[in-house]
């Protein structure tokens, strides 16, 4: 199985990386206001396994607020803390080292570096970072445009059902004066067919004989 998974990382490219591959997520920078908590993320992955796995984070690269050694995959490591509000939540079961930040301040803005070094992979070093930015208040989508667009189109579109009803009823209503007209044609002409026919049987009775 091992050897499986050295293949599928020579193919895949990440051997030529060293293996080890350290990641703070998708989204490296993070606005949260101040006196919050928030969530520092960090991974790790390595496709030949960890022994010894050294890790910490600083920020902006120079304090250290964690550091530990991780002996062998799915064993817990002993954190060392050196900051009151910094708290470790990660867990060597899912590769994760992340760490939460108590009740932030505007001094806390700045880069978090979160590093890590597998001892297996000659120790070759490797970090991400994650950038904290602090402010009073977060800020407020401005939908106002979106309501405006929304709000004609809605108009827009309660103006077209309202003609079609209005074309609907008059169109309605012209056939059914043109029903009405037909029945009359049709009524007057068999009247005119019926007295016809009375009067020239009445004219036939009426002629002499000689």
Not at 2 to 19: A, D, E, N, R, Y
Not at 55 to 83: D, M, Q, R, Y
Not at 113 to 129: G, M, Q, Y
Not at 136 to 145: S, Y
Request: with cysteine.
């Amino acid at each position: 199985q091992l050897l499986v998974t050295i293949f599928s990382c020579v193919f895949s490219g990440v051997w030529s990386v060293g293996g080890l591959e350290v990641s703070t997520g998708k989204v490296s920078t993070l606005e949260a206001m101040n006196g919050s908590t928030v969530l520092l993320p960090c991974t790790y992955s390595s496709c030949i396994g960890i022994k010894n796995l050294y890790f910490n984070w600083t920020k902006n690269g120079t304090t250290v607020l964690c550091e530990a050694v991780i002996p062998i995959e799915g064993v817990e490591p002993k954190v060392s803390v050196f900051h009151e509000r910094v708290e470790f939540v990660g867990s060597s079961k899912s590769n994760n080292i992340s760490i939460l930040l108590w009740n932030i301040t505007f001094e806390d803005e700045g880069d978090y570096v979160c590093f890590a070094k597998n001892p297996k992979e000659k120790n070759r070093n490797h970090s991400a970072i994650f950038t904290l930015i602090v402010v009073d208040q977060v800020k407020e989508v401005d939908n106002t445009l979106t309501v405006i667009i929304v709000s004609v189109l809605g108009g827009v579109i309660g103006l077209v059902i309202l003609i079609m009803v209005i074309k609907a009823l008059v169109v309605r209503f012209l056939c059914k004066g043109d029903e009405k007209n037909k029945e009359c044609l049709v009524s007057s002409g068999n009247d005119n067919t019926e007295n016809g026919l009375s009067g020239a049987k009445g004219e036939k009775q009426g002629t002499p004989k000689a």
